[in-house]
């Protein structure tokens, strides 16, 4: 709660013409200071004029006035700089450690901004905005997309520098990380990421040159390997391999029940994608180069658009022959990991080096994408929000997850559009 009086205060919100201290003196504010995000005042550098006199310092916000002695901010040095104690309820008169009296004034809103605030915060509906959103204006609904866009790419980019610190600068160790992340395509990420982990690619390139030791190893670190299909001579060879292999290099692998297969269609199990893994270890993983030297989307899908060998050409997991297997990745796939492993890896890339038309080609790769299609992307589509390439419905995921989800609509620009308006109404 002493969130939203602080958002309140921050954003002028409050009914200006009840701006008066408890003792009956007007109060304007001229500036209502800097946010404080550490310790202290709330509010830095405010100036409020109080009955005609100036006066520049600090601000405090409290949901009951009480609560300054509560906190012993009555004791503290710290907060002898206040000018102005601003509280949602005065139930106390509040004092500097010498005894003298601190202004006090009670915020007040328009009852619309606590009913708007109330709707959007704790309704049991998954937009509660949704029959609200085609007032705020277009220009702003823009400006916050392209914001969450990059909000949402520079989070990626930010695994990628981790990756950098933890590879010593190998791009092709990055690469195959952030690769075996994205295909595990949402229910499966972090299992992928550890399998990559724990099966680097320096052990992976010392048996390159054979799928069968390479998908060994790869199966066998994912815990896959469980003596279930014993009967099947492929099993058995990958259980032999990886039975040698993690003898000779004392490996160990991830339980078998990281991997969520519940619910799943047979296309998002995760066999067929380590398969795909292996493939593109097989002869030695050079994706980062191959990235870095593809001129347009076209040579980034081709990348990816390949048929697997052998045994994986006819299941989709051990033991369950299919004969319409198909490609490894779908074309719809495929852009998923062009929008979750090459678009943050050039965009990185470009920055890290301050290469920029790199990371202009990484929104560029965006827009030319088609975008998701998700339940996000829909339900913001019916609420009146467009959205036509890979760039807005990652802004749209960012949205939804990072603040429609946690219920930040005072952080977003849109309920704050929404909020600010209603403030203004009686």
């Known amino acids: 709660m002493e969130g939203l009086l602080q958002y309140i205060w921050q954003h002028r919100l409050w009914l200006s013409e009840d701006m008066v201290t408890g ?15 550490d310790s202290g005042p709330d509010f830095f550098n405010a100036k409020v004029e109080i009955d005609g006199r100036l006066w520049v310092g600090n601000v405090e916000i409290h949901v009951r006035a009480s609560d300054w002695k509560r906190h012993h901010h009555d004791e503290d040095p710290a907060y002898d ?45 998954e937009l509660p905005c949704a029959s609200r959103l085609r007032e705020v204006p277009p220009l702003t609904v823009t400006e916050w997309i392209e914001a969450l866009a990059f909000e949402r790419l520079h989070g990626k980019v930010d695994r990628v520098r981790d990756l950098y610190d933890r590879y010593h600068g190998s791009w092709e160790d990055i690469c195959y990380v952030m690769l075996a992340r ?18 680097p690619l320096r052990l992976l390139h010392k048996h390159s040159d054979s799928i069968l030791q390479v998908e060994a190893l790869l199966f066998g670190q994912a815990g896959l390997l469980n003596g279930a299909h014993d009967s099947e001579p492929y099993f058995q060879q990958l259980t032999r391999e990886y ?13 078998g029940t990281a991997w969520r297969l519940f619910r799943s269609r047979p296309q998002n ?49 051990f033991g369950k022959p299919s004969p319409g297997a198909g490609r490894a990745l779908s074309s719809s796939s495929i852009d998923i990991v062009l929008i979750n492993t090459v678009a943050p890896l050039y965009y990185a890339r470009g920055e890290m080096t301050d290469d920029y038309q790199m990371t202009d080609r990484a929104i560029a790769l965006l827009e030319d994408l088609r975008p998701e299609q998700n339940s996000i992307v ?29 219920r930040k609509c005072i952080y977003c620009r849109l309920g704050h559009r929404l909020l600010a308006t209603d403030a203004r109404m009686q």
Request: aromatic share 10%; proline share 4%; net charge neutral.
């Open 269 to 317: 199990f995760p066999y067929r994608r380590i398969a795909l893994l292996a493939q593109f270890v097989l002869g030695g993983f050079n994706l980062m180069n191959d990235i870095i030297n593809a001129s347009d989307t076209k040579q980034f899908r081709q990348l990816f658009d390949i048929e697997l060998s052998g045994y994986w050409t006819t299941h989709y997991s």
């Open 23 to 37: 003792d009956g003196c007007r109060v304007r504010v001229i500036d209502p200071g800097l946010l404080n995000t």
């Open 243 to 255: 039975a040698f292999l993690a003898n000779k290099f004392s490996l160990r692998p991830i339980e």
């Open 182 to 199: 994205t295909l595990g395509f949402g229910i499966n990420n972090d299992a992928f990421e550890r399998l990559a982990r724990v099966t």
């Open 378 to 406: 829909a339900m913001f589509r019916q609420a009146g929000i467009k959205c036509d390439d890979a760039l807005t419905s990652q802004a749209l995921i960012q949205l939804r997850r990072n603040y429609c989800e946690a």
């Open 81 to 125: 700089s206040v000018i102005l104690h601003v509280v949602e309820k005065d139930d106390a008169p509040v004092h500097r450690i010498n005894g003298e009296r601190i202004p006090q004034v009670e915020l007040r809103v328009s009852p619309r901004f606590n009913e708007c605030y109330d709707r959007l915060v704790n309704a049991q509906v």
